[in-house]
């Protein structure tokens, strides 16, 4: 994996497989770092609910798909027509003119208006 996947995959959640002696637990994580060792990728994984964290092998973990919703509406600060990608953080959004973050007549970064 990359630097910039590594990086894609924090923040996400998933499923973490751990082996028993007589069973198998399925437990929700999500990961809060990620990197290469020896060849091999490894998150560290905290437990949704209950406490800890731990590095494990990627293969362990079974990441939940990522919503790639886009949604598309106007600024309501300068009224350009602006696009927004799932889970739709302030300050990510961008215009279809110059693909920019911020309001060409102020620093403001875009908003989208209420629907
Ligand atoms: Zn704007």
Request: net charge positive; charged share 25%.
């Amino acid at each position: 994996m990359t630097s910039k996947e590594l990086q894609r995959t924090i923040g996400r959640t998933g499923t973490l497989t751990v082996a028993g002696h007589a069973g198998t637990l399925q437990v929700a994580v999500k990961v809060v770092d990620a990197k290469n060792a020896w060849g091999n990728t490894r998150y560290e994984v905290v437990p949704i609910k209950g406490t800890g964290r731990a590095w494990v092998a990627s293969e362990r973990v079974q990441l939940d798909p990522v919503d790639e919703t886009v949604r598309q509406t106007s600024c309501a600060h300068c009224g350009l027509d602006i696009e927004g990608i799932a889970p739709f953080r302030p300050g990510t959004w961008r215009d279809r003119g110059n693909n920019a973050t911020t309001c060409n007549d102020s620093p403001r970064k875009h908003a989208p208006i209420k629907e």
